[in-house]
């Protein structure tokens, strides 16, 4: 049973892309920092800003890198690397075009999936990290994929995903507490309203 101590949000950096889709995985450790009072400070060695605190009796790292997605590895692998944080103890919150807005899944494992973000860290630190994966939607076409990600949700797609993000928040004892599997079972049982 592994504890979770460091959670990822990943998306772009910038007031440009604050409020766009790719960025689904900053919106969850903003919120899980909020919650917690956890202060997220710029970080210049690690490319990101992070921050350190109690989380239902745990001691968990929060990081926020400030690559551009498709260079998260550079800020992640070196933080866990610094702090031994092994890739069993890791969640990584991401967007997931292959989910509707509103459904949330956790998963343990895997390939990158054609995220850029995971790409970029799993021939690092190994694919054996879980995954907080925020669905998106997809826009039907490869041709544009880019544009979607890089878009802003229209409202109600928006409150779909900031819904399903308060959801997983809900459940964060139980990823602190290691217990990974009633986790999975709360957060992918969620259904969008």
Known sequence: MSKISLIVGLGNPGAEYAQTRHNAGFWFVEQLADRYNITL???????????????????????????????????????????QISPEAILIAHDELDMDPGVIRLKTGGGHGGHNGLRDIVPHIGANFHRLRIGIGHPGSKDRVSGHVLGKAPQNEQTLMEDAIHHALSNTRLLVDGQIAQAMNQINAYKPK
């Open 41 to 83: 400070k710029k970080d210049p060695k690690f490319h990101g800003f992070s921050g350190r605190g109690q989380i239902e009796g745990h001691d968990v790292r929060l990081l926020i890198p400030t690559t551009f997605m498709n260079r998260s590895g550079q800020s992640v692998v070196p933080f866990s690397k610094f702090y």
